[in-house]
Structures are given as structure tokens and as C-alpha cells.
């Protein structure tokens, strides 16, 4: 019996642990922090070992497969002992992708990830296809081909998830875009994070697809410079190329090798040219899988908007408030601040991932009327926008953020939260955050 062992009992792990039990893997969970009680008890259950708050380092050095959480960086000595001993470290991706013959659909960029990939799920589901949804995003893969058997799996993947895949490949790829994101993991190097992105298409053939977001010049360079067999696909306002998708007089323009499919998007309920992208890279996807075109526009007129993404929470006193919480980089900050349609209190700040706010200026001078930086250390934002800003002032708390966001807007004024930062220094998460937000809010 082949042993496995998983480090790390999230999501991804967990699921993992129950596909490779039921596979015939002798399994060992393995956590350096403490296990969620349900996880335990779900462990003890399904009669899988499991180990917290430590490393048994000599057992796993015997395993044959190990899985590790996306979550766990390459410098972790643990890591480092099992690659040096020869040990293949597979991501859940990959391990999942060799036990089902679904057709796989994969997404991942900096921003836009996460709606282009409900997009692309809602289109499918709406088609009556069967089909499953997972990766970073809801329930794990690995758990659904052990529980499910969908024809179809549409998967939002981090560059985390794809740093340790080795053959896994997608039918049809889909890179939103690459920006500077996550360079703390990729040693300041953002050479290495574009790799890594990459890896989606380096195993695919001349029968699959690779759609990508041409209007991103660095990935459009980066795409060429590639070796990958896929059939490339481009998408984005510029896009004359065919095969592509463009957007010409308010239309969706998407060019297959046999057909040309017009979407006209007046009455979308996706406002912002990023949101027009995500549609593009998912109509496309549903063009190549023979979607029709009217019940592709159907799904996108009721697709409905993703909590913490420019998420509109009320408006109050005439002043409209925005929780954006999801922008946790400097390029989803710049959709959210290019689509305010007036003057801005910017709630910024969290931990810093390498950040560049350049870009930010020229908007932020237009359209930011104050700052509140929401943050442990805010050294950085203020440096970077005083020049700009006249007013910054530095909170350590939600409610304290809104309250003071409150008494400087203005009637028809806006207040946005785009942290452009991670949340791990005053919440759980970006959901944390974002809910923190709307409670402030709602208790104004």
C-alpha cells in the first residue's frame, strides 16, 4: 500500500485525504497548528490518521506522494527535508486531476479569477451541463471527485496550487491577467510569480486551449515567449486576432475557428471594463464548449454580483459605500478606484505584499478626496500618497475606519474599502474584513 502523507488539514487537505483513502492510500494528516474539531472528528470517522501542533519527520520521510497545503511556503524546513530526501510533493490539483475524466476548465490571474470562474460555472450550469466547481473556491476538488462524478469541473487555481502540479493540464485555460501579487512567496521576484502562473498551460497539447487577457501587455509578451502546444485564444478590447474575443459597440465579438457569436452588453448587471473582460474570457469558454449565444447572454444578464468585490452595501445620506474588500493588490485597487464615479474616502491598508502604488497615483489624485489607512504598519501608503492626499489619518479598527470615512464624505461622495493589502494583521481574512465592514456600515 502506497503511503501518503498531507501537510496541512484545510480545505484542500482535507479533501485530499478522503480521495486518497479512497483510492487505497495509507494516509497521514500532518498539521503544524491545531485542527478544526469537525475536521478531527470527520478524520476519526472515515479512519484516517492524523497528527497536529507537530511534524512526525521520520514517518513522513517514508512517504511515497506527499500533498501539501498551498497555503504552506517552499522555506518551511519540513519542505525542505522532504524534497531533499527525493520525495514527489504533488498539489491537490494535480492528485485529483489523475482520478476523474471530466472535462477540466482552469482559471487563474492576479485579479478577476474568482467572477470570471463563477461566470464560466453559472454559463455551464445554466446550459444543463453537469458540472462542478471548485479549486480555490468552495468545497476542494479532491473532495468532489471522491463525493461526485461531474462531467465538467470549472477550477479557480492560485499560483500556490500550481507550483507543485507536474502533468496536469486543462482542457481549456484561462489567465485573466499577472500583476504584482503574493512577491513575498516569490522572493520579490516578479519573474517568478509570471512562471508560476504559467505553469497552467505548460502541459497541455494542440488539442486544448489557452485563453488569455491581451490587453495585459506583460502577459501577452510572456505568453509568446512560452513553449506551450495550446491553441492560444486572446481576449480584450484590442483583440484583432482571430481566434479572439473583442468588444466593439457595446458587443462581445467572439471569433471561433468555424463561427462569430455577438453578445451585446447594455444590460448587464457587471458595471466596469474588468467586469467586461471576465465576461469576455467566460463567453468565450462557453463558445468553444458550443454554448449558444442566447442562452450565453442569459446567464450573464442573471449572474449576480460577488460578495466583497465592489460590492455596493448601502447608501447613506446620499453617500454610496463600496466593500472591495477582495482587492488584497494594487491591481484590483485600480479597477475599484478607476470605477468610482465621483469624489472618494479610500479606506487602504493590511500587510503589505511588496507593493508598488505607482499605478495608483494618477487616479488617486483625480478622484481621492481623503485617505484612512487601516493597518498596523501604514508607513508605506503614506509615503507613497502624501504627495497627493492632503488628508490622511490612520485608524486600528473597522468601525473607527467607517466612522471617520462617514464625517469626510460628502453628499453624492463615496466610500470605498480596496485594501490593496492582505488582512492577516487586524482579521481572519478578506470575508473577515469585508463583513467587518458592512456591520460598520449598517450601524452608522
Not at 488539514?9 to 483510492?23: D, P, R
Not at 505553469?199 to 497539447?205: D, E, G, I, S, V
Not at 473582460?277 to 454580483?305: E, G
Not at 500587510?351 to 489607512?373: F, Q, T
Amino acid at each position: 500500500m502506497k503511503k501518503m502523507v498531507i501537510l496541512g488539514a484545510g480545505e484542500s487537505g482535507k479533501g485530499t485525504a478522503i480521495l486518497a483513502q479512497q483510492k487505497g492510500y495509507d494516509v497521514l494528516v500532518s498539521d503544524a497548528a491545531s485542527i478544526a474539531p469537525e475536521i478531527k472528528s470527520l478524520f476519526d470517522q472515515k479512519g484516517i490518521r492524523w497528527e497536529e501542533k507537530t511534524h512526525s519527520t521520520a514517518e513522513i520521510l517514508q512517504a511515497d506522494l506527499v500533498m501539501k497545503s498551498p497555503g504552506i511556503p517552499a522555506h518551511v524546513e519540513i519542505v525542505k527535508s522532504i524534497r531533499a530526501a527525493g520525495i514527489v510533493i504533488q498539489s491537490e490539483i494535480e492528485f485529483a486531476s489523475k482520478f476523474t475524466p471530466a472535462t477540466i476548465i482552469g482559471i487563474t490571474g492576479s485579479n478577476g479569477k474568482t467572477t470570471t470562474t463563477l461566470l464560466i460555472y453559472h454559463i455551464l450550469e445554466k446550459a444543463g451541463l453537469n458540472v462542478g466547481l471548485a479549486g480555490n473556491i468552495g468545497t476542494s476538488f479532491a473532495q468532489q471527485v471522491a463525493q461526485h462524478d461531474f462531467d465538467y469541473y470549472v477550477l479557480e487555481i492560485s499560483s500556490f496550487q500550481l507550483d507543485d502540479i507536474h502533468s496536469f493540464a486543462p482542457s481549456i485555460g484561462v489567465i485573466t491577467n499577472i500583476t504584482p501579487d503574493h512577491l513575498d512567496r516569490y522572493n520579490y521576484d516578479f519573474s517568478q510569480y509570471v512562471a508560476s502562473k504559467l505553469r497552467l498551460t505548460m502541459n497541455q497539447t494542440e488539442d486544448q486551449f489557452l485563453l488569455f487577457n491581451a490587453d495585459d501587455a506583460q502577459l501577452k509578451l510572456a505568453i509568446e515567449q512560452t513553449n506551450s502546444a495550446a491553441k492560444k485564444f486572446p481576449f480584450g478590447m484590442t483583440v484583432v486576432t482571430q481566434p479572439g474575443a473583442t468588444f466593439q459597440d457595446e458587443t462581445i465579438k467572439i471569433n471561433t475557428t468555424n463561427t462569430t457569436t455577438m453578445i451585446n452588453t447594455t444590460q448587464f448587471p457587471l458595471q466596469g471594463r474588468h467586469n467586461l473582460l471576465n465576461a469576455m474570457a467566460a463567453a468565450s469558454v462557453a463558445s468553444l464548449l458550443d454554448i449558444s449565444k442566447d442562452s450565453i447572454r442569459n446567464s450573464l444578464l442573471s449572474f449576480t454580483a460577488v460578495e466583497h468585490r465592489l460590492e455596493r452595501v448601502l447608501k447613506i445620506q446620499n453617500r454610496t459605500y463600496i466593500n472591495d474588500s477582495k482587492a488584497t493588490n494594487v491591481n484590483a485597487t485600480f479597477y475599484a478606484l478607476e470605477s468610482m464615479e465621483g469624489q472618494t474616502v479610500w479606506i487602504v491598508g493590511g500587510v503589505d505584499k511588496g507593493n508598488d502604488y505607482s499605478s495608483l497615483l494618477p487616479l488617486v489624485r483625480e478622484k481621492v478626496k481623503a485617505i484612512i489607512c487601516l493597518g498596523v504598519d501604514n508607513d508605506k501608503i503614506i509615503e507613497s500618497f502624501s504627495p497627493v492626499v492632503d488628508l490622511l489619518v490612520e485608524t486600528q479598527s473597522m468601525r473607527e475606519a467607517v466612522k471617520m470615512a462617514h464625517q469626510l464624505a460628502d453628499k453624492r461622495e463615496y466610500v470605498l474599502l480596496s485594501p490593496a493589502c492582505a488582512s492577516f494583521d487586524l482579521f481572519k481574512n478578506y470575508e473577515d474584513r469585508g463583513n467587518q465592514f458592512k456591520e460598520a456600515v449598517r450601524g452608522l
